[in-house]
């Protein structure tokens, strides 16, 4: 059984909170939690300059101030849906990441709520998201719009659309390919999408979301790069969510491109999703 982060942060405190090593060492286990090295460094420098000023030298102590430190980089948002609105929410992400999962545990959760839910396949180059968005949405008695495989992503948004306007009000959540090998094209791509949402979307009623897998760690700050650098991104779904050793990347998104998380998925189950709360995250990151 892999350790968690909080457990190797327990051990290191056992073993040595007051040498000289600690700090160093602590840098490490941040840079192993995926808090990236140029985050976890720039944290302990000044989490060393704060315990030395205060002189803390309790666990709890220095526990309280990393705590502290990290929840000034994590960001939550309440995302919700604008009433007698049309709303349009484009998710976005590479393959694998659980995308498509996350759009139908979206349309789950709103759909419960009462809301006219449309979904939209607009990852139309790979034949079997189509398919599987169409399968979530039987499922789940949610309405979908798909058209036939390499046709044009925008259509199916501009459709999706008119499906919630003709009925006064709603939310498209849109199914977005994610094929980050050919970066040039699924940025086009994406800013052609883009453009339909917007136009299709009541005045601030449009988010972009981008859904990351925690535990690909460094790589998913990676990600979040390219796409916000795409489109420009309002939001954060984190998918295989647990407290285990990885899953700091939350701060380092927070911290890097100042972009807060909106939900977590923590299994495969269509409620298996949760608003995203810092203090809990940070908790459960550090063992607390």
């Not at 000023?53 to 309790?58: M, R």
């Not at 940025?187 to 535990?215: F, N, P």
């Not at 407290?243 to 189950?269: D, M, Q």
Request: net charge negative.
């Amino acid at each position: 059984m892999k350790k968690s982060f909080g457990e190797k942060l327990k051990s290191l405190f056992t073993k040595n909170s007051q040498s000289d090593d600690f700090y160093e060492e602590l840098t490490d286990l941040l840079v192993e939690g995926d808090l990236g090295a140029k985050t976890s460094y720039e944290i302990v420098e000044q989490l060393e300059k704060e315990c030395k000023k205060d002189k803390l030298k309790e666990e709890n102590e220095i526990l309280a101030k990393l705590k502290e430190m990290l929840l000034v980089h994590v960001k939550s948002m309440d995302l919700e849906i604008q009433k007698d609105k049309v709303n349009v929410w484009m998710i976005l992400g590479v393959n694998g990441v659980g995308k498509t999962t996350s759009v139908a545990k979206l349309g789950k959760l709103f759909s419960s709520k009462g809301e006219n839910v449309v979904l939209a396949s607009a990852d139309t180059f790979r034949a079997a998201a189509i398919e599987q968005l169409e399968m979530h949405a039987n499922n789940l008695g949610i309405r979908v719009v798909s058209h036939q495989h390499g046709s044009d992503p925008s259509a199916v948004v501009f459709d999706a659309a008119e499906a919630v306007k003709a009925k006064g009000n709603g939310i498209v959540l849109a199914d977005t390919a994610g094929r980050l090998h050919n970066k040039e094209n699924l940025v086009r791509e994406l800013q052609k999408i883009d453009k339909t949402c917007r136009s299709k979307a009541d005045e601030g009623c449009y988010k972009k979301i981008i859904v990351i897998d925690c535990t690909t760690g460094q790589n998913a700050l990676r990600q979040a790069e390219v796409f916000n650098e795409a489109v420009g991104l309002d939001a954060v779904i984190m998918t295989k969510y647990d407290s285990t050793a990885k899953g700091g990347v939350a701060v380092t998104i927070g911290k890097e491109l100042n972009l807060p998380v909106a939900y977590v998925c923590t299994g495969e189950k269509y409620d298996d999703i949760q608003k995203f709360d810092p203090e809990k995250y940070i908790n459960e990151f550090l063992g607390l």
